[in-house]
């Protein structure tokens, strides 16, 4: 008889999980199974799992997933570099499968390719079962970017990287050179957290930091954060002028009050990247002659492009032993106890709550 | 007994001009004495004149201007590409004098650094009195960015190139590659005329123009434009879907409900460029969620820096003859009747009233 993968099937908001029993696929044309290693609960999870956020079910959740391969078909698959992947190899991979001749793929944005498939977001189907984190393994499909792991790289420290370190190397791409500029975070999550760590590692002058909880934003010092201010004071403005103006904003939180301070905030030619807006809020009131006279740049990013995994990789790879980002995985739990580890998760106290299979 | 320049002195909002003779200046540092050939009003200078703005006084209004050189100072000026000036030699000039080693202007943004000197614009000074286009003569300052006038292109054509082209020039900087891209133009003004042409140029697959008057919207169609709307109108968001959506608007109207429509019809990745919002007006109502989701970029653009004047001239120097700029001189008059031609400006019926000194 087959082997079975054990998932924990979400059926709908606020609803325990089900523990189902899934026949392992059979595996199409470029595709791997994955035998999960670790996942840990994003955001968007807790967004779903307490029906803050619409998502399919039924459904299995957990897109920040790292895995070993058990199996590949016949063909062979590439990693991103073009090297043949094998079977025991330890990977990561983009947190959806595309296709990279359609339309929208070809002109820049896989992420929002036609027919688009995203792990931990999509329906089960017939062929496709095993397709989130949450379960002992994960079926890859034809399409999904996947990377090896650098071996010095713990469970914890790798987990996030294709989802919170994904997106924030995308902010990066998207913020232009950082060299000399002094870049402000807003929102310490985890991936304000991120944000401080790669902007200081991409020569930002000043790394600042703003969150409503002030012990949030000084825990962002041991992630490169310079200073750290307290949202709401006026302080952070007397502070960046003194300092030569804010000339680039990374925006986590998606508070539309704080959107709206941080442009505020941004010097002649500034530019503030929107990363945390992903969920359902008023409208900015944002002042175009302000925004002309000030040269000002606003640009929204939603996931992230093959190149920016990759660059998360190298950066979490190249400076993991600065900055602590395996403690940022603060409790861990078992499969079987995933809706414990979600109602952690809920009460915020911990960056990431992790899950072995 | 020293010549004197004669200039149509802007005293108050809605108050004939002052005609005045002024003695020509002696020239500091790197400063140039120009006998203005042509001026031409830009809507700016309407505003000023009709009180919908807000200038200093007394000035000499006009910033569209170009001229024969009469004078330069002993150690001489360069041009922008290093090229010695010489009296004689016909040119168009920076709208600004900047400091080049100033804060602002080495961080790239020359049009808003400290101490910047704009012509049209300034208060008359002790030294400084010749320093706008309704004037025999202009004072060039140090710090202006100097271009001589390729022969081919007449005083109708060349008038506005330090203006709307080189605006246009930035816009479309900031819009990145246009190659393959659908293009919107919103607003047939000077900006939109120049917009759509300049677009087209550059390699722009398809150039849409809206205007609330459809008129003006179909005159685009001799300036590069392919299709015409009037704004509004849902025919265009399905023309757009139809044609593989919009990847770049242009927006020249400064009108809030405009911009909005706008950003709702851009594609995924799609970037708006704002250049028409130089007056007072209503905050937009902008989702974030939507700007994230979409992937959109929103980017102010106040001014040029000196490369996007370079192209203006290049790109004019090339399509002069493909696109009638010359026609949109629509009347001419002589310094003396600059009040009727400020009304006959204000009426709206021409693109540009020209003013021959």
Redesign the interface.
Known sequence: MKQEAVAKVFIKAETPFTKSSIALPDLGEEEILVKTSYATICASDLHTFYGRRHSCSHSILGHEIIGIIEEISEEGVLDYYGTPLKAGDKITWSVYAHDPNS??SK???PQ?SEGLYKYGHEQISEKYQLNGGFSSHCHLRKGTTIFKLPAALTDTEAAPINCTHATIAGAMR?AGNLTGKNVLINGVGMLGLSASAMAKELGASNVWVQDINIEKANHAKSFGADEAFSFGEEELKDFAKEH?NI?VVIETS?V?EA?ENCIQLLG??GTIV??G?????R????????????????????NYIPEDLANAISFLEKSHKKYPFKELVGIEYPLDELEEAFETGNKGSYYRVGIKP
Chains 1, 2 share one sequence.
Request: proline share 2%; no cysteine; aromatic share 8%.
């Open positions: 339309t929208t002109k820049g944005y929002k998207l030569g000339d998606g539309p959107i002649i030619g929107l990363v807006s992903v969920y359902s809020q409208d900015l009131a944002i002042n175009a002659e302000y925004l002309v006279r000030n040269l000002l740049t606003i640009r929204g990013l939603h």
